[in-house]
């Protein structure tokens, strides 16, 4: 699956909140902001005013956030929730230091291959740590674990859908839909 255009970008996803009128800081008169507008100019006064709803959030996350966001980007950190992952992988597997170590190299292997075919690495990473944990009988319950995610670390509903969908698939054994992402999840 190659990814054309980020979610967050096409405007098909966008919710009334996503455009916003604010008054300019300068003069009063009302600015109008699209979410993706780091700053914009005012048309009375022509200062640039910066979007108060502009939120990196996915630029912490996503692979692509720099071709996205150019030099907004710079100075976020591109996989912090790939950290994220690994302390949790270190707790969760704690005084099992071969299979951690283990599992981190497949993760390197599975970014790796993401980044070569042009997927977004974090639901197969997340989808990667969780079926390794399964097979060492370390994760019972890895819905639980997904939420634990979304709700501590701000793993975003989209990568935690696709991160389930992956794993409902290696579970059954189905290959339909995604199947670059199973099987480099399988690795």
Known sequence: MIVTKCPGQDTRY???DDIHEQPCPHCGSTIEFWKTDIRVRCPNCKQKVTNPRFNLGCAAWCAYSEKCLG??????APQPLRRVLEVELGRILQGLPLQQREIKEKMEQAETQCRAQQIEPLPVLAALVVLKMRKLDRLKNWEQFIEKLTAEYQFPIEAAEETSQIINNVLQGRLDGAKEKISVAQT
């Open 14 to 16: 966008w919710t009334a």
């Open 71 to 76: 030099a907004a980007a710079k100075g976020v």
